[in-house]
């Protein structure tokens, strides 16, 4: 794609076809999504991401995979997060989902520490630090507006989505990073529902973890955690295997253990055959202006927003209340993959929507 350009309210005519040109061709990297606004389920994969995914069956039927082909997708693969989320390659582990990064990090809690959480986040944010209730941890769950306020001296950890999965709605984490510093807390943030859609800068928090395959548009499977200065040291390697050597392919055995010195020590053996679709699919985000893709989608979703009477947020993930299910019922029946959570109605706008969508949402809802 050509470079990014960013366009201003103030841009040429020349300058903002550049950037409709730019948004055409990365939709047209997509299979076709007409109708699907569920991103924030699963993604759609790119042509890329599937061409890799059969050459890897194709190699493997072969009998011709090896893992240091293997091994040199999962490097590309942390190359580009790290870029998509502003971050050195070297603070990037590798993981197969959030849960199992979180309960990484819920693992290295001091015993009879406090840890906050959003109430209403994401089980994967949240279980992992209950199940540590038997070591005296605390959790404390608060509303996401209020958040910042409930950090305190005892706080050791702040744990949180950065969007919300139930609502999209967007953390202020601002106010979460500046609180946990007059206190000495640590910031972990799950950017499973931002990273590929809203720009996101991981070197803010002491560490974040992150699913590809939703906004990132990954085959399921393939995870990334990023760590900080200070959880380097904080995180203890709880689930350190044969990937999380210094030397993975020459420290297969014991007796004797010798972990990377960085990030890496908290690598989980990768489930081999998702991450050539994965490098696949995020070198292509790793390209991307997200910006622009932010002003895209959030678009989308604030438009289909005034049409429907209701707030517009700037988010790319639009809810509003569903208890009896008629609204998602409704929508699936006209064609449209939407989804419903915690009584609510989920529409997700990605690069393969477009205004259409727009209408076909409000006809279905006789709004039309």
Partial sequence: MPAPVTITATGTAATAATATDRLAA???????GDGYLAACTQGLPLHATLRASLAELNV??????????????????????????????????????VSVLAALVAASVPDGAEVVCVDG????????????????????????????DAIGQRTWLVAFSLVQSATGAIADAGAVIDAAARHGARTFADLTQAAGWLPVDASRFDVTACHAYKWLCAPRGSAFLTVGDRMLGDLRPAQAGWFAGDDPWSSCYGPTMQLAGDARRFDVSPAWPVWPGTAAALGFFADLDLHEVRAHTAGLGDRLSERLGIPALGQSIVTWPDADGSALAALAS???????????????????????????????????
């Avoid at 240091?68 to 050195?88: D, K, L, N």
């Avoid at 064609?335 to 076909?360: C, M, P």
């Fill in 121 to 148: 986040d994401f089980s994967s944010m949240v279980f992992p630090f209950l199940a540590q209730a038997h070591r005296g941890v605390t959790v404390v769950h608060a509303p996401l507006d209020r958040l910042a």
């Fill in 334 to 368: 006209s064609g449209l993959r939407v989804s419903g959570r915690a009584g609510r109605v989920r529409v997700a706008f990605h690069l393969w929507n477009t205004s259409d969508d727009i209408e076909r949402v409000a006809g279905a809802l006789g709004r039309g």
């Fill in 60 to 97: 493997w039927e072969r009998g011709e995979a090896t893992p240091a082909a293997y091994g040199a997708a999962v490097e590309q693969a942390r190359a580009s997060f790290g870029r998509i989320v502003g971050v050195a390659a070297d603070r990037v582990a590798i993981g197969s989902q």
């Fill in 26 to 32: 990365a939709r047209a990297a997509f299979v076709p």
